[in-house]
């Protein structure tokens, strides 16, 4: 019984925690290959890049943690290729979500991550807070489309069923989240709180 309260309590601890896939990603430079570390997450890491192959050159010094903000994008490395050849390599990623004060602080671009469940706004000619909705919604960090329905045609005619209304005469922005369509949202932190509810 014991056994099994504690594989129990050593499941449910699992699957709360959020999960930390960092993905690295290659950008070409010329004579060059820099490497990026994304975090997708709400949660900051030190992640710490070793590469190991041929054809190409590196610092000699050693590996070193380096912090990745969430939803951020950060440069880990940059390798010297050998002219004429294509470099063969092999990574491993360490991450850790202890953070460490001694990792290196480098700048991180914030990047868009996409929500659980999509977000599009419907505007329509009367939406009055629509414009100030798109511009805060720009600087957030989740992806979204946005539609104007006037430009919209089809999509407007899709829509028209859904209401008792015209949807001209609605003056608040039209939200479909995941399928759900809602117009009650009045400001960002009520979309964020409706994104976490569903």
């Known amino acids: 019984m014991k056994l099994l309260l504690s594989l129990l309590v050593l499941f449910v601890l699992k699957t709360s925690a959020q999960e930390l896939p960092i993905q690295v990603i290659t950008e070409d430079i010329p004579n060059r290959l820099a490497f990026y570390a994304i975090n997708e997450n709400d949660q900051d890491v030190d992640v710490m890049l070793t590469l190991t192959g041929t054809n190409f050159r590196q610092s000699t010094g050693r590996p070193r943690l380096i912090r990745v903000p969430g939803t951020s994008k950060v440069h880990l490395k940059t390798i010297i290729l050998t002219r004429g050849k294509q470099p063969n390599y092999t990574y491993d990623l360490a991450v850790n979500d ?11 671009k914030r990047i868009k991550v996409k929500p659980k469940n999509s977000i599009t706004l419907y505007i329509t000619e009367a939406c009055e807070t629509c414009d100030s909705m798109l511009v805060t919604m720009e600087k957030g960090k989740y992806k979204f489309e946005a539609l104007r329905l006037n430009e919209n045609l089809q999509v407007k005619e899709q829509l ?11 003056s608040t922005p039209i939200f479909n989240l995941g399928g759900r369509l809602y117009t009650r949202i009045a400001d960002y932190d009520q979309l964020l709180e409706t994104l976490l509810k569903e």
């Open 98 to 108: 202890s953070l460490s004060g001694r990792a290196l602080k480098k700048e991180a």
């Open 160 to 170: 028209k069923n859904s209401f008792a209304t015209p949807l001209d005469s609605i």
